[in-house]
């Protein structure tokens, strides 16, 4: 079975910065996959953050460009957000998604088969 699972979340003053990480298993190659984080904050609908395909192409929400950076270890099987100059309004759940493909989207939830339980980000 496919897993994902998220840690680095955390609390931290507004202009700081994070590292959230996502390690798969369950299957061969992460690189096979495409990848990507979301946020949900309270009452707001899950917003998609960043991606990035398997023809390595990386997508980026406007409000995050600059700020954040997907990448993905292919060797570990995992994928990490870096968020730098974190803003109150960064503050959210951030989960992690995994899809053999994307075919319209990929910052959209519709598109991702594979979820993980999500980590607990707080800026302040």
């Known amino acids: 079975d496919v897993q994902l699972v998220e840690s680095g979340g955390g609390s931290v003053q507004a202009g700081g910065s994070l590292k959230l990480t996502c390690a798969a298993s369950g299957f061969r190659y992460i690189d096979g996959y495409c990848m990507a984080w979301f946020r949900q904050a309270p009452g707001k609908e899950r917003e998609g953050v960043a991606a990035v395909d398997n023809d390595d192409e990386f997508t980026y929400a406007d409000s995050v460009k600059g700020r954040f950076t997907i990448s993905r270890d292919n060797a570990k099987n995992t994928v990490s957000l870096q968020m730098n100059s974190l803003k109150p309004e960064d503050t959210a759940i951030y989960t992690c998604?995994?899809?053999?493909?994307?075919?319209?989207?990929?910052?959209?939830?519709?598109?991702?088969?594979?979820w993980g339980q999500g980590t607990q980000v707080t800026v302040s």
């Open positions: 998604a995994a899809d053999p493909y994307t075919d319209y989207d990929p910052l959209s939830p519709l598109e991702y088969t594979y």
